[in-house]
T-cell receptor
């Protein structure tokens, strides 16, 4: 089966610019996650969607980050304006459902460098 | 607080040696514990989960609630085991994952 698709793979922007990332989950997966992985750290959940509703966005810096999942399929994550500390790999993942701890499948990530 | 600690950033062993990657967690309820692995230039993928109690690629992990640990073990390391290993905790109810910082396993010939 096709995996989680993310684009772009790499992005370099200047601080205070805006950037958007796109994710296409595995077909039929109701739950979609965005994780931020800073160099040397494990992934940290930014936001979790169940279909097109937000389940958990407690660690999303809402003053600059936003995410949406229109029609419960694809999702976009936006940063505006970007800061130097936003440099990280942004991982999208999907799973079948919200309960029962079904396996999460990860995309290859988008590496963001803010200069 | 929900937290996963992997005390070793790097574990370096020779082929054929036993491997133990340490993971300790902090969670007040009954968590689900996982090990994820990332091979070079590949995406993060599930290696094993404690509820399955299975051995994957020769790796096993036992949940020790008394010590709040979920160490990953393999009796004889292979060069292809070289990768980044992440221990993760999922609180009850929803599938979000709380990851440790990861341990890089380097298996030398």
């Amino acid at each position: 089966e096709a995996g989680v698709a993310q684009s772009p793979r790499y992005k370099i922007i200047e601080k205070r610019q805006s950037v958007a990332f796109w994710c296409n989950p595995i077909s039929g997966h109701a739950t979609l996650y965005w994780y931020q992985q800073i160099l040397g750290q494990g992934p940290k959940l930014l936001i979790q969607f169940q279909n097109n509703g937000v389940v958990d966005d407690s660690q999303l810096p809402k003053d600059r980050f936003s995410a949406e999942r229109l029609k419960g399929v694809d999702s976009t994550l936006k940063i505006q304006p970007a800061k130097l500390e936003d440099s990280a790999v942004y991982l999208c993942a999907s799973s079948l459902g919200s309960q029962g701890n079904t396996e999460a499948f990860f995309g290859q990530g988008t590496r963001l460098t803010v200069v | 607080a929900q937290r996963v600690t992997q005390p070793e950033k790097l574990l370096s062993v020779f082929k054929g040696a036993p491997v133990e990657l340490k993971c300790n967690y902090s969670y007040s309820g009954s968590p689900e514990l996982f090990w994820y692995v990332q091979y070079s230039r590949q995406r993060l993928q599930l290696l094993l989960r404690h509820i399955s109690r299975e051995s994957i690629k020769g790796f096993t992990a036992d949940l020790n609630k008394g010590e709040t640990s979920f160490h990953l073990k393999k009796p004889f390391a292979q060069e292809e085991d070289s990768a980044m290993y992440y221990c993760a905790l999922s609180p009850g109810g929803y599938n979000k994952l709380i990851f440790g910082a990861g341990t890089r396993l380097a298996v030398h010939p």
